[in-house]
């Protein structure tokens, strides 16, 4: 299985755009992502503005009321914690087209730390109105979501990794950004996932589950969180005994709580939220190693979801979903 | 909420000049018109403080006097072409100090003086802080902090469509006890934003107090000295020294500009001048009154 | 119905604390709170640190953490935003006992603009591991509230508003920390809700439904939004055709999700979530007004839920919630 | 992630005194004993980056003089007793100098010098930035601009409990490039706290390249100054110069001290020191033994 960083695939193609785009704008804050690199005619349009995630979104707010288009370069746990009052109010009330480029998201920093992870930034930056949210699972899907990202008239946040991960199935379609992509038919259970270790956990959960235990399992892509595809959610669950969201943040706000909302007011589900525990992550490892030990792998959400049908199953086969069977006929 | 039309970035097109003439008469804004402009600010402002929900009294008389010296006088701007992309831009960092804005485009025809009465009413656009959806406005603050970030956004901009237009900040000194002020001061000298005008309304006070009990911000000049910006200390409410120092920026090459103008808050009001109590105020009609016959006796 | 600001009873109540207990700190940001309060022997330990968010946060922690209590002062836009990061840092990752006491929260700051709302404020709380999250409704609970959050041994969020809203019903017994009150006894459509007006709103709501369309309605009051009292939600709710949650904050990561969450995870039910719309609020007006103009009033809710429990009936009078009639038994 | 055990608000206890003894001889940590600690700290930090994640090289090797003095013959602390409330503190603000920090405690006797294996290991505690698991550390850093406001909010703490601890914070030049810090700049003076000692490592270096060209921080000292801060400037390799400095304030009763530590990023490795790779490096076998015969050679 190929690999790609999906930070340093949307760096490569920043310098493509800023090139064909004479009104893309990198903006940086000393990050390191761009050393060495030669933006060539567009040199100029490349600013490092020191180490600074306020001013940066400020800068990329005033800049883009005036016409241009800027990519601001932080780590997530900067952009979405220590400048959110500037992306809240500089950009996202203004509805400005900054293109919030979030590296380091989730325990992509590993070893680094608590100071580093950002497992917070898709709750914060889901609440905030205007804001466009995505997130890509590989180097494929980052192109491609950045292809659509650069049309958007709004803001958008991009939540991106450290180091590589490995890459979706090679016939994996590109994502369309707002669009729940189905990377897997079957409507018994429906897995739905976002980023990259998430995404695979997901995959492989659904053919292990397929294969050893005969159920029926679609896996849904949910990389935009924000327009949440809620169409395309509903149906693909409209049969479904269990829904399973599984991602890289704390559980609440993130992808658990999107679907959990879209679920509970047009089509309730019992669901399974799998998300990192509530609790900082202090323990060194590098991020594969943090999702495993917080059991977000093909096995433990495999293990997860084997303990949670049984508990739906109740005695004599019906479901005990806590209050259904008591269900007043209305 | 939507963004601003057109692309500013580097399309040609004549850039509109500042006003050396008054919008009435045609003749050069002499001393006595901006001292009438101002005069009618104040009127407004403390018009606005007797509405339902009073205003930020203190603050917005002491920047009356920069506010009309700005945009009667330095810059370029064109209400009939807000958006003009070689506009200068002014931000009210200091948001609080909405009302003496409002009163100040109204005047300069941005819109009509008599939607001022509509201030902090319901079915208005005029809220307690700047927002976009009033013409002249361009960006919402009120969060101290805010603008000389966004100042430096607007500069940079001008400079990458090698434009000369410059922006202008207008800040509390209070304000500077933000951190974000100075994160965003070095940024600016650091890029060499010389086309960045910052102005600080230096008026000792802030909400609970006097600035240098809370805490200190002298030396204010040398403070903005060492971050290499380049500075002058001007008599607030002296329309001549204002216009002087703000027409001639930048005054380094290569450095941005800041103005330390020394003010009182309440200035014109002399039952609040120099009171921390001026900074919100909800005028009873007769305070209103009083208020309105000390700004009369003031000017003469 | 009396009035009161449940600014001026918690600071009220922290002059009291403050005397009573010598290492409870107030920390200050300019915000006038305290101005002419008398502090007495205490005067020492109030602190005015200028207008400084981060600061304030991180003084508070280095305090926390040499054994004071520090109770730190800001608007709850600028808590939640401006300070986030120093917020999830040096308080929420110590679990140090920083007391969060966040003014003009929701849009309590009425014709102030988008600047001073806070309608993100318990989304970003609520996704901080160790977080208490509390949200009085009145004068009452707010002094009631404050109490126990006094003892607590890790950080809390106190959400108060600006101005004097309405009281609760004078026999509305003290709010237990941590445990959903139950204002009105009623279990086939059940609201959850927090904060001065939604509570009020529901309690109006559930007695028009209760008097005009003969239904039995609950109205739960939770006001401690993490950690969520699971247990009472899923008791209250199990036999409910219909949930409905009111809150004075945006659609994501609130009140809303919360319960979107337990419910779909323990005992999915149709949920209705009523919230200030996804977008900045600035029209001019007081709190009232601006919720009202956004649907959150006794007759708005009752609307609303009259609207959805149509929707839910279906032509032959069974459940149509999208799904429901095809689940597949087990 | 429990708070620490313990009011600090006024118990009487018996302080902790300085290091006046070396740990081993009880004889005055004469230089040539720091020289000898400061050299084995920077072999630590050679070590660990060599280990499976690398480690910040440059800033570390930048900082290992000015922790060496600090804690080998300046700070009131006693790694037997790490809470206790009459203890000096020490934050690092420059938080990715962890592997420094770390091997500095451990040669303080926080915990064994054999745990510095464990360094960016699964298993371990010793992360790439300080967590309070750590003996020793006081408070997670990594995210830049949040020392000063701690270190003011231990010193406040110190004062309202009368008791004479101080508060040392370290930070990075490129660091105060951030607004948080002039913000906890602002109030600590404002504060008066005289018992907040900051050093500044003025390596002149940041991640990606030298800070006066990226965001200028000079004049630095005057800077301060302007801030009301006490400032003093010394060669943040000589340790003489650094524990006079550092022992001796507060310089001037009523204000904070700053010392600005001119230093040299990688100093001590020729091979990387003064260049701006030098800021994280994962050493091969090979280098690692390359740096280990530098290191000794330069000592002698
Ligand atoms: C980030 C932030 N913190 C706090 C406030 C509340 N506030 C509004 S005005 C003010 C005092 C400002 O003082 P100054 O900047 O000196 O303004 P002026 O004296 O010109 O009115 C404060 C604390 C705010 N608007 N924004
Ligand atoms: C808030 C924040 N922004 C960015 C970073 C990433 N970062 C880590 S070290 C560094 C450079 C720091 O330079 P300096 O303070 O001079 O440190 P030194 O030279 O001593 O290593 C940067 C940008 C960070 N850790 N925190
Ligand atoms: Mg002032
Ligand atoms: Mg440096």
Redesign the interface.
Known sequence: MSAAATRTVYRDALVERMGAD??A?CLDT???L??GVDFGDAA??Y??????????????????????RPYVNTMA??A???A???V???I??????VRIMATHSGVS????????HA??DL??M?????MTVVVPADGASTSALLGQVAEL??PVYVRLGRKPTPSLPEDTPPPVLGLIQRLRDGG?VVLVCAGPLPVLAALEAAETLAAEDGLDVGVLHAHTL?PFDTATL?AA?????L?VTVEEH?????L??????E???????????IAMP???V????GQE?LMADNGITAEGVTARMRAKLAG??GPA???T????Q????? | MTAVAGADTGAETSPPVAVETTPETGAAPDSEFLRETALRIRRHIVDMCAGPEGGHLGGSLSSADILTVLYFSVLRCDPAAPHDPARDVFLLSKGHGAIGLYATLAERGYFPVSELETYARPGGRLMGHPVRAVPGVEMPTGSLGHGLALGLGFALSARLASRTNRAFVLMGDGELQEGSCWEAAIAASAQGADNLVAVVDRNGLQLTGETEGIAPLEPMAERWRSFNWAVREVDGHDHEALREALASAPWEPGRPSLVVARTVKGQGLPMVAGKVHSHYATLSERMHARAVRALRAGER
């Open positions: 004479s009104t704008v000393d990050t390191g761009f050393s100029a349009r600013i490092n503005l020191g180490i600074a995630e306020h001013t940066l979104m400020g800068v990329a707010a005033g800049m883009a009321a005036s016409g241009w746990a900067f979405g914690a220590r959110l009052e500037a809240k109010i500089d996202a009330y203004n509805g400005l087209p920093a590993g070893h680094l730390g608590p100071t580093h497992l917070e709750a914060v889901r609440v905030l109105p205007n008239p709004g018994e924000k509903t669950t409209a049969g479904a005994r829904v704390w559980p609440a706000g993130g658990g709580s999107a679907v959990a909302e679920l509970a007011e047009h089509a309730p589900r019992p669901l399974l939220r509530d609790r900082f202090d323990t060194v490892g190693r739906l199953a086969g019906t479901a979903v806590p209050g259904t008591t269900r007043p006929s209305p």
